[in-house]
């Protein structure tokens, strides 16, 4: 039976940032089968920049991931701002929205994703919240796996959490493959069997991206870097285990060229090639 979390957006996208407008605009020949942004940052854009947003939703499939829904946090889901996403969603024809599994509000915006506290408690909290935003909506969202510096809780591990919150709200993941390597390291875990323990069949769309290198035992998730040689091994053993899955590239600052960052994308189009071919010769 076919997942409905699958199949809403193919192939490889790129988060779009504003460097790439003019590009992308006219260089049709560009290969980028989807574009992915933060909704919050382009909800009140007007203007040309309103216009060029709305020519690129037409000429490719949109994803959204947001950054400020706070769906750990303590405070009072922000129904408005839920409403307005909705309307933009609609105007740009988004197919997937997705949200980090992390809070970010108190008192007040704290402009960084903090790690919820993997306990029972925390994962039927934060799963009624998912349920009101799908409920909302009118739509499944999906919700990555964060890197994280500190560990909040073990009462359930990274993973168990991950999966109870996902079932128990029945959304879709956003698996991060950066997030998974960077998390291993930092917290001493083997990121292939956490890899593996992830449900495939809630699996949205793969996240690929660079980090920092602060230490052997510590590695900083920038989205600055190219993407490490350890991570591109966990995406083919990513599609070994749970199949192919569409994949987008991350580069949020230290931003190249386009034809530099194109070489990173088509790297991610190369082992789809690949892992296609071999399921398909099976």
């Known amino acids: 039976m076919e997942s409905k979390f699958a199949n809403q957006v193919e192939g490889v996208g790129l988060g779009l940032r504003r460097d790439f407008f003019d590009e992308l605009l006219n260089r049709p020949e560009l290969e980028i089968d989807f574009l992915e942004i933060a909704p919050e940052n382009w909800l009140r854009f007007g203007g040309r920049q309103g216009r060029v947003l709305r020519t690129l939703s037409e000429r490719y499939p949109f994803t959204c991931h947001g950054l400020s829904l706070d769906l750990g946090g303590p405070n009072r889901l922000d129904e408005d701002y839920l409403k307005d996403l909705k309307a933009f969603f609609k105007l740009h024809d988004v197919r997937v929205y997705t949200e980090h599994l992390s809070y970010c509000g108190d008192t007040g915006h704290l402009y960084d ?6 306990t029972e408690e925390a994962v039927h909290y934060v799963a009624n919240r998912i349920k009101r935003v799908q409920d909302i909506l009118e739509q499944p969202i999906g919700v990555e796996n964060v890197s994280f510096y500190a560990m909040p809780s073990n009462e359930l591990t990274e ?3 991950i999966n109870a919150v996902v079932e128990e709200a029945d959304c879709g993941l956003l698996f991060d493959v950066n997030n998974t390597f960077v998390n291993s390291i930092n917290h001493q875990y ?3 069997e956490f890899m ?7 699996m949205m769309y793969c ?15 920038t989205h600055g870097q190219d993407v490490k040689p350890q991570v591109w091994d966990l995406l083919d053993e990513t599609y070994a285990h749970h199949g192919l899955h569409p994949t987008l590239l991350e580069r949020d ?3 190249p060229p386009m034809d530099e960052l194109l070489s990173e994308v088509d790297q991610i189009r190369h082992a789809q090639t690949q892992w296609k071919s071999a399921y398909e010769a099976n």
């Open 113 to 118: 994703l903090m790690p919820i506290p993997f």
């Open 159 to 161: 993973a168990e959490f």
């Open 190 to 192: 083997d990121a292939t």
């Open 196 to 202: 593996k323990k992830m449900p495939t069949e809630r």
């Open 207 to 221: 996240h690929m991206a660079g980090h920092f290198d602060e230490a052997d035992d510590l590695k900083i998730d």
């Open 253 to 255: 600052f230290n931003i």
